[in-house]
Nanobody, 116 residues
Framework: QVQLVEFGGGLVQSGGSLRLSCAASGFTFSNYAMSWYRQAPGKERELVAVISSAGGSTNYADSGKGRFTISRDNAKNTVYLQMNSLKSEDTAVYYC?????????WGQGTQVTVSS
């Protein structure tokens, strides 16, 4: 079955960096676009970044443009989110997402906390 497992969250000071990873299994990873979402306390889950199946196209929410970089390694079935210049408002649980045949699959999430 489809499994998505996120790694790399933690506590970081404002202005710092983190790199999140998401290991995928149970489907042909290289065939599908992948996304990162996040959900802050009391807020709805929001899209952070998307990367095409081959990695040649990326899109970002305005909140992360210029600071976040999504990438993937299809040989390792892994998608990454490099986050730089972190702000307190980036504090959230970050989720990896795959949309396969009109169904959304989610990881368990990884907590990112940015202290000011």
């Amino acid at each position: 079955q489809v499994q998505l497992v996120e790694f790399g969250g933690g506590l970081v000071q404002s202005g710092g960096s983190l790199r999140l990873s998401c290991a995928a299994s149970g489907f042909t990873f290289s065939n599908y676009a992948m996304s990162w979402y996040r959900q802050a306390p009391g807020k709805e889950r929001e899209l952070v970044a998307v990367i095409s199946s081959a990695g040649g196209s990326t899109n970002y929410a305005d909140s992360g443009k210029g600071r976040f970089t999504i990438s993937r390694d299809n040989a390792k079935n892994t998608v990454y989110l490099q986050m730089n210049s972190l702000k307190s408002e980036d504090t959230a649980v970050y989720y990896c997402n795959a949309r396969i045949f009109q169904r959304y699959y989610w990881g368990q999430g990884t907590q990112v906390t940015v202290s000011s």
